[in-house]
């Protein structure tokens, strides 16, 4: 083990991928040498050069469609789409081509495809570049959703992503990239897609959330341990599949349950767990389970504003209180 930054982890996890397999090539803007969006892919470009790293013009519709078609004809393409907020102008793409391809066909191709892309807000950066979409895509079939919130499942959910054989959508969180962790050293260390972890251990309260607010939620966990309140963190890792099974455990073993994600509530992640959790595990609830998520607005550019309008410590502390009075 060593630790190492969330985008070390990435770009870790792409350079073994693509020395590993030569089919593995990066799209996206500021993937040549006078880019790196975010670190993520610092270093690749001189070890890779332009016959595997194609640094593409602001045109999403277009690079997109080439990974999409480039995967369906032998490569596997990493296609990274700077900010989850333009994934609308590259949805055609994604989701009346590459995730229904394999159907169509009859099974005749597949796309082993992945798009990486960054989302979420505490940054001040404003309505176009603070939403969190990875609902949109979880609603679709035959595209799978990933989406870390630790250096170590990074690394190993892009590289079980790249060697899937269907494409796969990683939203990457910015305010997690310089965020340090302890990373596996093993070339061949994988996170399975669809399985959740318990970040922490209790038995009193489970919280059910992924992404940054994960943090929230362990760091909520420990300030509630000193009111004598035992909080168990689920992880999601994988928003599609989701991991039922897992989900379902820690209802049973706790009974009290705070569904967190950082984005709107409606038609949501955390709608769909609470449906999960109401159709399989209704009578193991003590009382009835609680969602937290944004305030139905657009990411304020203002901080102040945008703390009020998205989940805190607090805000999780203070709904996990409620479950057990």
Same mark, same amino acid.
């Given at each position: ?12 996890? @792409?350079?073994?991928?693509?020395? =590993? ?7 996206? #803007?500021? $993937? ?18 332009? /016959? =595997?790293?194609?640094?593409? !013009? ?23 789409? $700077? ?10 793409? @994604? ?33 176009? +570049? ?15 959703v990933v989406h870390p919130s630790t250096p170590m499942d990074a690394k190993g959910l892009l590289k079980s992503a790249i060697r899937d054989n269907n494409p796969v959508v990683m939203f990457e969180h910015k305010q997690l990239y310089s965020t340090v962790g302890e990373v596996s050293e093993d070339p061949d260390f994988l996170v399975p897609i669809g399985k959740c972890d318990v970040k922490r251990p209790g038995k009193d309260v489970t919280i059910i959330t992924y992404s940054y607010v994960t943090h929230f939620a362990l760091q909520a966990a420990e300030n509630l341990a000193k009111q004598g *309140? ?16 897992? *989900? #379902? ?8 349950? @705070?569904? @967190? $994600? ?6 949501? &992640?955390?709608?769909?767990? %609470? %449906?999960?959790? /109401? ?10 389970? &609680? =969602? ?5 607005? !657009?990411? !304020? ?5 945008? +703390? ?16 057990? =009075?």
């Open positions: 083990m060593k630790k190492i930054t969330f985008a070390q982890a990435i770009s870790e996890a @792409l350079a073994e991928e693509m020395r =590993r397999d030569d089919k593995v090539v990066l799209l996206g #803007l500021e $993937q040549g040498p006078g880019g790196a969006a975010f670190g993520a892919t610092e270093g690749l470009y001189k070890e890779f050069g332009d /016959a =595997r790293i194609f640094d593409t !013009p602001i045109a999403e519709y277009g690079y997109t469609g080439i990974s999409v078609g480039a995967a369906a004809t032998g490569l596997r393409p990493v296609c990274e789409i $700077q900010f989850n907020d333009w994934m609308t102008i590259a949805s055609d793409q @994604l989701i009346n081509q590459a995730a229904f391809m394999r159907y169509m066909y009859g099974g005749k191709i597949q796309v082993p495809l992945v798009i990486r892309t960054n989302c979420g807000g505490y940054r001040s950066t404003a309505a176009q +570049h603070s939403k969190m979409m990875e609902s949109w895509f979880a609603f679709i079939p035959g595209l799978k *309140i035992d909080v168990e963190v689920v992880d999601l890792r994988t928003i599609k599949p989701l991991d039922i099974e897992g *989900i #379902l455990a820690s209802v049973r073993k706790t009974g009290r349950v @705070l569904c @967190l $994600q950082e984005t709107w509530l409606t038609c949501s &992640v955390m709608s769909e767990v %609470a %449906a999960i959790i /109401a159709e399989n595990a209704m009578d193991a609830l003590k009382t009835p389970l &609680v =969602r937290l998520g944004a305030k139905e607005c !657009p990411n !304020p550019y203002n901080a102040k504003l945008e +703390h009020y309008m998205l989940p805190s410590v607090e805000s999780i502390t203070e709904a996990v209180e409620k479950l057990v =009075r």
